[in-house]
Structure formats: structure tokens, C-alpha cells
């Protein structure tokens, strides 16, 4: 599980919301319980960009 802490970023700044963020860790829970392990999205970026390249 995850911290209970959301940053907001823009191009500018970043901002930490610490109050209401119960929809934003629901999202973040159900995505990294669904997210590939770091190896395996690494091998599907690379299929990706080579057929991107057409290789």
C-alpha cells in the first residue's frame, strides 16, 4: 500500500494535498495492484518502441 499523500504537479510547482485525497489513493490502489512488475513493463515498452521503429 501506498502513502497517504497526493502531489499535484503542474509545469511550475508541485503541491502535497494532504486532506480529502480517499478518491485519489482508491485510484492509485486499484493501479498498482494492477500495474506490470517494473521488468515487465520494461520488456513491453521495448516491443513497443520496436515496432514503433518497425524492427
Do not use: F, N
Not at 482508491?26 to 513497443?48: F, K, N
Amino acid at each position: 500500500m501506498l502513502p497517504d499523500v497526493t502531489a499535484a504537479d503542474a509545469a511550475d510547482d508541485v503541491t502535497l494535498l494532504l486532506k480529502d485525497v480517499d478518491h485519489y489513493l482508491a485510484v492509485t490502489d486499484q493501479l498498482s495492484a494492477q500495474a506490470e512488475s517494473p521488468r515487465q513493463s520494461q520488456a513491453i515498452l521495448r516491443e513497443l518502441i520496436s515496432a514503433a521503429e518497425g524492427t
